[in-house]
């Protein structure tokens, strides 16, 4: 099985891991709070990640590879979190997975962009159609302007990919879990400053259902998760395994409707297989890479 493969594999298994966040999180917060669901998966996810680096003896990385490490734990330890779940107070899951529809894409484009790559006129232009598409369903839904929520999602479309981007690349070297784990890890000082400063304990009785949601995004959506997510980023290439997320969307739909028994109508399937489809053209559009990197390789 060629390398490309096994990441593609590894990358579904990391899509299928995170296409239940969103009802997850949607099943939580009524219950517990933004401030509890979001530093509360991020601290237990990091007590899990330090045990498993203290256990396995892992290396300290190297020093230039802490800004890396920052900016993937503001990336995906805190900012989507914090954002999805604020937007999840106010909508539904499957509206915000139709939002979150654009990350195959986001991501494809982040990774480019770190890896000094020149995406062509024409990814740009399908890039911006996609953009159109979910902006004609955010402000068809919300009467014509954009909700607070939409706008966090977006922002957590654009922390998601460039947390993406920067631990595909960087787990090429650390590993796939090592580079979460360290990420979780350099987080703690603000984890813990926010637990302190932000969060109460439940005063009310918490359904099970609650508390499920809860250790699911912990667990799952923040800590194991990655560890297959990551791997195939670094074994398949940050802009081709990004595209697996195109079955994250739907996932989330059907798991929506399942668990949360949460409406699907027609024309929320239209937009997200329009999306889908934009994002499937996108990702088969060449992306050359500068004229300075091609020099050397012609030369020889």
Known sequence: MSREVRGLLWGLIGVASFSLTLPATRSAVPHLGVDFVVVGRAAGAAILAAAVLALTRQP?????DFA???VIAGGVVIGFPLLTTFAMSHVSASHGSI?????????????????GERPSRAFWAVSLIGTGILLAFVLDRSGGRFVVADLALLGAVAAAAVGYAKGGQLAARLGGWQTICWALVV???????????????PTQA??????IGFAYVT???QFAGFFAWYHGLSLGGIARVSQTQLLQLFLTLFASAL???EAIDAEMLLYAVAIVGVVAVGSRLRVAKPAAA??????T
């Open 60 to 64: 300290i990385p190297r020093r230039e």
């Open 68 to 70: 890396a490490l920052l």
């Open 99 to 115: 939002v979150v529809g654009l990350l195959p894409l986001s991501t494809a484009v982040a990774a480019v962009l770190l890896a």
């Open 187 to 201: 987080a703690t000082p603000l984890v813990a400053v926010a637990a302190v400063l932000r969060v109460e304990w």
């Open 206 to 211: 918490v359904p099970p259902s609650a508390w």
């Open 219 to 221: 667990l799952v959506s």
């Open 259 to 261: 668990l949360l028994d």
């Open 294 to 299: 091609r020099e050397p390789t012609d030369a």
